[in-house]
């Protein structure tokens, strides 16, 4: 026997239409067979639903509240025996025999609509391919060799991972600028495209060259007698030694530039220079002559380069 769809939905006999339609959502919602886990949710969220075929109907719910009609919907007279509210084939009220998808046939006037807006779009969304999507990028920083900017070539990339690729590095690259290593990253989701391998130039250390942009600096040791006499000193480059002239005089912390040999120019970019910076130095052992000399130069000519008079 079915219960009063009033204790059904757990309202009064004064519920309006709003608090009606309001406890059917929530209770079809918690019994549904396609997401409950509450004991005998099949047979709960059909009495649910027979509930709300009378109250949820204005006709029908006047005529139970008049006694007319019983909680399955039966006429309790004769006199309304002509009118079958809500009857299924075979004289069985308003059990529910559920197909496909956990809902209810739609022969009565049950509101589909709100079933199929609580559970319709859960559904479509389960059914609904999920979207591919491109894996996500690696970001390295790889240090590269001053020689290998100079020429270009390749430079070994371990990743995160530990796996290890080769990556082109172009002659003239910039510190700072980054090759992109496509399809190297990441996998994609779903099917989707692998990601990126970005790797990020940084110039490797040199033992020689300190590199300031294009240009390069190192420092150029020179003897006494050359700085003093002047001649010409052996200098080296990124692309081998070069001769390097040394006038007459010349003191220590001068700065002498070879225009063009510095890092090559990326594209269409000028070259950078090399700047060379004179350090001059005295031989390592003790020379008995050259202190003699210096301490009657101290005594008989004396200077002050700090000063700035000669």
């Avoid at 700085?227 to 010349?250: D, F, H």
């Avoid at 220079?273 to 130069?297: C, F, G, H, Q």
């Amino acid at each position: 026997m079915m219960r009063n769809p009033y204790d059904v939905l757990g309202l009064s006999k004064s519920a309006s239409a709003a608090e009606i339609k309001s406890a059917f959502r929530k209770l079809a919602k918690k019994f549904h067979p396609d997401q409950s886990k509450e004991p005998r949710a099949k047979e709960r969220f059909a009495e649910v639903g027979s509930a709300y075929e009378i109250l949820g109907d204005e006709k029908k719910r006047a005529a139970f509240d008049r006694g007319e009609i019983d909680a399955e919907g039966k006429p309790r007279a004769p006199q309304f025996e002509g009118f079958g509210f809500g009857r299924q084939p075979g004289g069985g009220g308003f059990g529910y025999d559920f197909g496909p998808g956990g809902f209810p046939p739609g022969s009565g006037s049950i509101d589909q609509d709100i079933l199929s807006e609580l559970f319709g779009g859960a559904r479509r969304a389960r059914a609904k391919p999920q979207q591919a999507g491109k894996g996500e990028d690696i970001p390295v920083t790889v240090a590269v060799p001053l020689e290998t900017v100079a020429t270009g070539g390749s430079v070994r990339v371990v990743l995160p991972t530990g796996r290890m690729l080769d990556a082109s590095v172009p002659a003239g690259i910039e510190e700072g600028k980054s090759i992109r290593l496509r399809g190297q990253g990441h996998p994609g989701v779903h099917g989707g495209p692998a990601g990126d391998v970005i790797v990020t130039i940084r110039y490797a250390p040199h033992p020689v060259f300190k590199a300031e942009g294009r240009d390069l600096r190192l420092d150029l040791p020179v003897t006494l007698y050359d700085a003093v006499l002047g001649g010409k000193v052996r200098m080296p480059t990124l692309g081998g030694e070069v001769e390097m002239s040394i006038a007459p005089g010349m003191s220590g912390g001068r700065v002498l530039r070879l225009r063009g040999k510095g890092l090559p120019g990326a594209g269409d970019a000028v070259a950078g220079d090399l700047l060379a910076t004179i350090r001059i130095v005295l031989p390592n052992a003790e020379d008995s002559e050259l202190t003699e000399l210096m301490r009657k130069w101290r005594e008989l000519k004396p200077y002050d380069p700090r000063s700035g008079r000669g």
